[in-house]
């Protein structure tokens, strides 16, 4: 079915080869950084994680969310997503991609990368952490491709694919889990030494992921003959309201331990982050736009009048998307080293080669997204009117 | 077959690609790689004998430098007892390089032939070549 | 017997990957058999190194220079000139950042403001050795928290995990920022992390950690799971305490503090 994405307009193809562009620049940039070191991003001996991993933690998140069209459709027969939860594990596919990226363009040896591996660590949260994306991304890939075809013979898919989809729900969860777990285990930092870290990481993946679903449903919809279907989208905007509601819920929660028990340990990284701490105040507006958007998206998400409109919806959703990626792809990691381990604070902001970098791994998953969107598509556009049956 | 011709192009591009190192390099002689043992301190030593005899050491020497860096680091073991009972201390600046104190003229010899290019030299220091 | 070809082209794969791996697990080790790897005779041994710090015999700058140098010098510790790329493995702060959260207002002017030798705590429980991917931060018999930096893939997680700031990363190539590189000692490659050692490579040959060495008694080194070591004797006589030990890392490294003379009733100092 690959065969699918080497035919398409003129528009797709100039969008494919803008994208390879983005790529190459990056790739060039990241010569760079692999002769020259690390040294040239904004990293330094009190931040030593910063945009790749942020970017990495937050697209997890995105990739698990494709559970959320899975339980539905497989678990309790709503029909209503039968033609989409494919886009779901697409874009599994394709965010997992992206975090395999920017944790190979963030280690300092990645010609070493077999080393986790070939000496498995049980007692490394990182160790698991491997496992289960790589995990994650060969179900995703297998079920995706699988039932794909199979619609596209017209027949049910293989006894073997239930299975896995029941397999890939609790895996799903099980990524952004672990994930959290790398954060949650940490003596020295408060900031993300809280039991709640994975339930916040999980609602901020199921309001995040599906709000991208959406606007890509709208994108698809109109750019392809492929209508996904207004009940399906009203559906999953319903989800991410919910998700988005628990997911701010949350921040509150940890806000108010901070604030009230009034240990700096827990209160200095959140001053930080809003307000500035010894005069250091970087990240503070971004923070602020990413809780304003938060509220937006809430606003317009919460009343069914105005989520009902589609191009209503799409608003909040980017406003929401925009919102997560600011707060867990990048608000969450430097809170956890501001202030460092001495109190002190060493601020960090991304370089230019860091931020083309990063560009540029972003564009490899747009473009692994639209070769396999455009698989997906053209199988919906010759099938449609079929009733599917998976 | 359809597009016969574009194939035959393309199978064509591909096997001048994949055989330009034979035509490139035809009738070019590389001369066989002598590594020299002329070190001041090897010409110093009694028995010109290695850590282990010289036909193993040509073909398992990057074994032994492995066995002997987890052996130091990982384990704490900086003794090496050689096939012949011999001690030695596991150092490669400080035992290899002390006795093969020319690099360029005995380990470059070989890996520039076989253009083998060993990360050893990104940390260990290499030794300082000593005027004869 | 007849099959389709989507059977034969699975069970040529499979066949494929049997044998290539049967190929690659029977191939012989090539191991001498009369070759041994031992530790060196004089290998002081140990079940925990600890270290104590007598704050009261760090007077001068002189004194906290001279141990830093001691270690940064031999073990080619690198000076890029900035506080972004700093390594540093042992150094030092005032108290208000050595103990964060102990200091007070009103404690004396001279304690608020006297550096502390800081260093890895070489800790009992680390952390960093918990959520090391490859075990290139491991915990070694005699208790030192070790860095292999062949093993190290650079993913900074135990940067993360530890609570002392004790890692430091090479975020450039060190080479060009050796002032006098130690020819007895390697040095390490971009994209790894590096970190106190406890001298381990000393220990070996019987020689204190050069930090101590250097120290001239300010530094105490010992087993602490001897009661007959040095360090326990000095733990036994003095009060001391240890970096974030409510953390439960179990630090290595204790501090007897410099209390002032003037502030002890009676006139009777803690010296």
């Not at chain 1, 202030?339 to 564009?363: D, G, H, Q, R």
């Amino acid at each position: 079915m690959l065969e699918k994405a080497l035919v398409g307009s003129k528009r797709y193809w100039t969008w494919i080869f803008f994208l390879l562009g983005v790529v190459g620049i990056g790739f060039i940039t990241y010569l760079q950084q692999f002769k020259l070191g690390l040294g040239i991003t904004g990293l330094s001996r009190d931040v030593s994680w910063g945009l790749y991993i942020g970017q990495f933690t937050f697209l997890v998140g995105v990739a698990a969310s494709a559970v959320m069209l899975v339980i539905p459709y497989y678990l309790h027969d709503f029909k209503k997503f039968s033609k989409i939860v494919i886009l779901g594990e697409f874009l599994a596919v394709s965010a997992v991609t992206m975090c395999i990226l920017f944790i190979f363009v963030d280690m300092g040896q990645p010609m070493r990368i077999m080393n986790v591996m070939l000496h498995p660590t049980p007692n490394s949260v990182m160790f698991w952490d491997s496992v289960v994306l790589g995990g994650y991304l060969g179900l995703n890939i297998i079920i995706g491709w699988a039932t794909l075809h199979a619609d596209k013979k017209g027949t049910m898919p293989a006894a073997w694919v239930k299975p896995l989809i029941y397999l890939s729900i609790p895996w799903a969860v099980s990524i952004h889990t672990v994930t959290a777990f790398l954060y949650a285990g940490l003596p020295g930092r408060h900031f993300w030494l809280s039991a709640i870290m994975a339930a916040r990481f999980l609602a901020s993946a199921f309001a995040g992921g599906p709000a991208l679903l959406i606007i890509l449903a709208l994108i698809v919809r109109k750019f392809t003959k492929f209508d996904p279907g207004k009940e399906a989208i009203q559906a999953i905007g319903k989800i991410v309201t919910y998700a988005m509601i628990a997911n701010v819920f949350f921040l509150l929660l940890e806000i108010f331990t901070a604030a009230y028990s009034t240990i700096p340990g827990h209160t200095h990284p959140f001053k930080y982050l809003y307000f500035g701490l010894e005069g250091h105040a970087r990240l503070v507006p971004l923070m602020w736009t990413s809780s304003i958007l938060a509220i937006v998206s809430l606003v317009l998400l919460i009343f069914p009048a105005i989520r009902r409109n589609e191009s209503m919806l799409a608003l909040a959703c980017i406003s929401l998307f925009v919102s997560l990626w600011i707060d867990k792809g990048f608000g969450l990691i430097i809170g956890g080293f501001v202030p460092n381990m001495f109190e002190k604070v060493t601020e960090y902001w991304p370089t230019l080669p860091e931020t083309i970098i990063t560009i540029s791994v972003w564009a490899v998953g747009f473009l692994v997204l639209t070769i396999l969107y455009k698989v997906a598509v053209s199988v919906r556009e010759e099938t449609a009117g079929v009733e599917l049956e998976h | 077959m359809y597009d016969g011709g574009k194939i035959l192009i393309g199978i064509i591009i591909f096997v001048l690609f994949v055989t330009f190192p034979f035509y490139n390099n035809a009738g070019k002689v590389s001369a066989k790689p002598e590594p020299k043992l002329d070190t001041p301190v090897i010409q110093q030593l009694a028995e010109k004998k290695c850590v282990e005899p010289k036909e193993f050491m040509k073909a398992e020497h990057m074994q032994l430098l492995d066995d002997w860096r987890d052996s130091a680091i990982r384990e704490g073991k900086r003794v090496y007892i050689n096939s012949e009972g011999k001690e030695f201390r596991i150092s490669l600046q400080n035992t290899c390089m002390n006795c093969h104190s020319n690099k360029k003229e005995f380990c470059d010899k070989c890996h520039n032939y076989v253009a083998v290019k060993p990360y050893c030299w990104t940390c260990h220091i290499e030794p300082k070549e000593k005027q004869l | 017997m007849s099959m389709d070809r989507r059977q034969f082209l699975k069970i040529a794969g499979l066949s494929t990957i049997g044998i290539g791996a049967g190929w690659i697990l029977s191939r012989p080790g090539e191991f001498l058999e009369a070759s041994q790897f031992l530790q060196t005779k004089e290998f002081l041994k140990a079940k925990q190194w600890a270290m104590v710090v007598d704050m009261r015999k760090f007077k001068t700058e002189e004194d906290y220079k001279k141990v830093i140098d001691a270690c940064h010098k031999i073990h080619n510790v690198p000076d890029f000139g900035n506080p972004k790329d700093e390594i540093k493995w042992i150094w030092s702060d005032t108290f208000e950042h050595a103990f964060p959260g102990q200091e007070s207002e009103f404690m004396p002017e001279q304690m608020k403001h006297k550096p502390f030798v800081l260093l890895c705590n070489h800790c009992e429980n680390p952390p960093c050795v918990r959520v090391c991917p490859t075990k290139a931060t491991f915990k070694r018999k005699d208790g030192i928290t070790m860095q292999d930096p062949h093993r190290c893939i650079g993913c900074r997680y135990c940067m993360a995990a530890c609570p002392f700031g004790a890692r430091s990363f090479n975020y450039r190539d060190p080479k060009p920022a050796i002032k006098e590189p130690n020819p007895e000692y390697p040095t390490r490659m971009i994209g790894v992390v590096e970190k106190c050692t406890f001298c381990e490579e000393r220990l070996a040959k019987g020689q204190m950690p050069a930090c101590v060495e250097a120290s001239n008694g300010a530094l105490a080194f010992g087993d602490i799971s001897d009661p007959n070591s040095e360090v326990r004797k000095i733990l036994n006589a003095n009060y001391t305490i240890r970096r974030k030990a409510e953390l439960g890392t179990r630090p290595s490294v204790y501090y007897i503090l410099d209390i002032p003379t003037s502030v002890v009733s009676g006139g009777e100092s803690n010296a």
